[in-house]
């Protein structure tokens, strides 16, 4: 009896550690929670459908086609940036895979010193200077690295995410260096949107009522009134979010850093990232790069790699000889004429000291609420009145 | 010191992995993606500082033309936005072009430089663009009843 194994080709996403879903094998990445989503996309779908149903024919024949095509295309630019922002990798920082982490664990053990038995060691904290200003880095506990300065890591996703703004429950998704632009985008666009619908659903409403009354003309586009209590709504939150994040992006600091306060106050280092020049900071942010994803997604895992830090024992297969990158030390630390003076400790008991350290407290490494976000708390009680 | 022992596919196949060295990033202005040319000690006999200094330079130069903000990074900001974003599903972003550059020059500088050394530097793209990691194999130029032991541990690799 012969057994054929056919090995599917398994994909780095399907191994990635962190609380995201991933969607069409991997090119789509969203948060867990997805509810807020939906109701997101239901309430910008179904209000452009009443719209379209119930104005645009009117408004196209009584004042101009264009109306309709305008609309048109906002919706589509709208829901291009709703899909972008959700569905893109926020830039999410790897974790450390384990010599890296050994490698920074010696580090800190090296500049700690020797911490007297019951003693607490100090915290880990790496001062670096940024445009002249001394700068704190955290270390976080969950991913084993050093975050890069305005990283933070989300609660949520359980990921440390580079230029870290907030997590966003209406777009399913966290919002940070790689897609913060098409959320301002999406906020901003979403305002003209609701704006735009609303003025019309009023010249629409007036229009009709010259002809035959208010209350008749009422009865005629009942899809109008639905229409103008949900922009009504919408308006106050989405314009004031676009104001706000309009006021982060000209002085270049994160909702994250507003919210915590790291650049306010007088005692307290002024913005290093700032360019002090509101075109400046603005190009920065809307006409800079398009930072590429450095979670190799859809990536085929070799035989023996591991794409996370796994406190487990290294597998014993050796790597597959196509991809020379992730190579597993194949033996202990030899020491030999080359090997310096502080002989460093073998690979093998530094994942131990590893294994050991992830015991402490975790509660530290995750610093971000989840809704304390202004616009957040602003939305959620939107929600409740849009609900009922 | 001349370890003119390895070629790239000796290292990856069947020499065995002493150590890795993790240089990091300088944030000394700013967020931009720029790594330290401080010479790891662990390095100091493997290979020149000169070339190693040349490498990191040469990087740091390739990361600042991709993540220069000028007159191309505009366009393609408009260009983009006003086909919401859409353009880049048939076209490359700068950055991307420019990281096929970098791949490229690393694979080079292993296999002339450090390779050769019994070094290999992986592409930080690989590790999240937060370290150059560089990984130390067995020296085989080294004498002595030390190559005993390192060439035991290296055909008990095999």
């Avoid at chain 1, 450390?96 to 490698?103: G, R």
């Avoid at chain 1, 003209?192 to 019309?200: A, E, P, R």
């Avoid at chain 1, 306060?261 to 790069?289: A, D, T």
């Amino acid at each position: 009896m012969s057994a054929v194994m056919i090995t599917r080709k398994v994909r780095k996403w399907e191994k990635l550690p962190g609380k995201n879903t991933f969607c069409c094998d991997g090119r789509v990445m969203m948060a867990r929670q997805k509810g807020v989503f939906y109701l997101t996309l239901f309430l910008i779908v179904g209000t452009c459908a009443l719209f379209f149903a119930f104005e645009c024919p009117y408004l196209a024949v009584h004042l101009s086609p264009t109306i309709p095509v305008f609309a048109v295309v906002l919706f589509l630019f709208v829901m291009a940036m709703l899909l972008r922002t959700s569905f893109s990798d926020p830039g999410v920082l790897p974790r450390a895979l384990p010599e890296e982490a050994s490698f920074i664990e010696m580090e800190i053990e090296a500049a700690n010193g020797n911490v007297p038995a019951g003693q607490r060691p100090p915290p880990r904290i790496r001062n670096v200077q940024i445009n002249n200003q001394i700068v704190k880095l955290k270390y976080c506990y969950t991913c084993k690295i050093f975050r890069p300065p305005r990283a933070s890591h989300c609660s949520i996703c359980d990921n440390c995410v580079d230029r870290f703004d907030h997590h966003c429950p209406w777009v399913g998704n966290c919002v940070g260096k790689r897609n913060y632009r098409f959320f301002y985008l999406f906020t901003l666009s979403l305002s003209l949107l609701t704006i735009y619908i609303f003025t019309f659903d009023i010249v629409h409403v007036v229009m009709r009522s010259v002809d035959s009354g208010f209350l008749n003309a009422l009865k005629e586009t009942p899809g109008t009134v639905l229409e103008v209590l949900v922009c009504f709504f919408t308006l106050w939150s989405v314009v004031g979010l676009t104001g706000f994040h309009t006021y982060l992006i000209s002085l270049n600091q994160t909702t994250n850093e507003d919210i915590k306060g790291s650049w306010s106050g007088k005692n307290r280092v002024q913005n290093p990232y700032s360019h002090k020049n509101i075109m400046k900071n603005c190009s920065e942010i809307l006409c800079g790069p398009t930072y590429p994803s450095v979670l190799d997604r859809r990536g085929v895992m070799q035989q023996g790699d591991s794409p996370s830090l796994t406190t487990a024992a290294t597998p014993s297969s050796t790597s597959d000889s196509t991809v020379p990158q992730t190579t597993k030390p194949t033996a202990p630390l030899i020491p030999n004429e080359h090997t310096p003076d502080d002989a460093k400790p073998s690979i093998a008991t530094s994942t131990e000291i590893s294994t050991s350290l992830t015991e402490e407290s975790e509660s530290t490494a995750h610093k971000v609420p989840p809704l304390a976000s202004p616009e957040t708390d602003v939305e959620a009680s939107i929600a409740k009145a849009a609900a009922h | 010191m001349a370890t003119e022992f390895h070629n790239l596919q000796e290292l990856r196949h069947s020499a065995s992995l002493v150590n890795k060295v993790f240089v990091q990033r300088d944030y000394s202005e700013g967020t931009t993606c720029k790594f330290q040319t401080k010479f790891p000690s662990e390095l100091e006999s493997r290979v020149e500082r000169t070339l190693f200094e040349e490498t990191v330079k040469t990087l740091n130069n390739f990361y600042a033309e991709a993540e220069k903000i000028g007159a191309h990074s505009y366009l393609e900001a408009c260009v983009a936005c006003s086909t919401a974003y859409l353009v880049f599903l048939c076209m490359e972003t700068r950055y991307e072009k420019v990281l096929k550059k970098i791949a490229k020059y690393i694979q080079e500088q292993n296999e002339k430089v450090y390779a050769p050394r019994g070094l290999l530097i992986t592409d930080p793209i690989d590790r999240g663009m937060r370290v150059i990691e560089i990984s130390i194999y067995e020296d085989r130029g080294s004498s002595g009843s030390s190559s005993a032991s390192s060439s035991t541990s290296g055909s008990t690799a095999r």
